[in-house]
């Protein structure tokens, strides 16, 4: 991730956060119609869930120009997610699921260079919380 991907990452998200609510009912729509195995791991309020996933990201995304900042809560969160049943292989769907949010939250801001920049961002993020949650094989595979 350069410096110039992360700009465009914090200033695409300002333009997510007024429209949140919508776009993480977007999210979990479009996560459980790639992915619908992960679904029955949501047992709570999904409204509820949809802020706190925005609100993470909003920490995530204020602190990708100093990755190291972030990289303690990531871990923990990501060792949180093995008790809710998430396997590694669930962060791919849902990190395209995100992109595919973002495209439709973004409309024309949306361009290659941004799709580049948070596709990188989530490869550095769910790397690192797969490694942390399940050791470093499976992150490599
Ligand atoms: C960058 C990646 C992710 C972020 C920022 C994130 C964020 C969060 C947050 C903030 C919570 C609230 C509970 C807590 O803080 O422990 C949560 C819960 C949860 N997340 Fe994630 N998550 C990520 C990846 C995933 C993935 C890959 C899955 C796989 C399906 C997943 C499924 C869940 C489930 C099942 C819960 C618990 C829901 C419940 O109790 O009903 N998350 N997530």
Redesign the pocket.
């Known amino acids: 991730m350069t410096p110039d991907q992360v700009k465009a990452i914090q200033g695409s998200f300002t333009k997510v956060v007024p429209i949140a609510e919508q776009a993480a009912a977007l999210f979990y729509g479009r996560l459980f119609e790639i992915a619908p195995e992960?679904k029955p791991?949501?047992?709570?309020d999904m409204t509820e869930?949809g802020r706190?996933?925005m609100a993470?990201?909003g920490v995530?995304v204020n602190g990708l120009g100093n990755l190291e900042s972030i990289l303690p809560a990531a871990s923990a969160?990501a060792k949180?997610?093995v008790d809710?049943?998430?396997k590694a292989g669930?962060?791919a769907p849902?990190g395209a699921a995100l992109l595919w949010t973002l495209e439709r939250g973004l409309g024309k801001d949306w361009t290659p260079d941004l799709a580049a920049a948070w596709g990188a961002a989530y490869a550095v993020?769910?790397d690192y919380?797969i490694a942390e949650a399940y050791g470093r094989r499976e992150a490599a595979e």
């Open positions: 992960v791991l949501f047992r709570g869930q706190k996933l993470t990201l995530v969160l949180r997610h809710y049943g998430v669930d962060y849902v993020l769910s919380m």
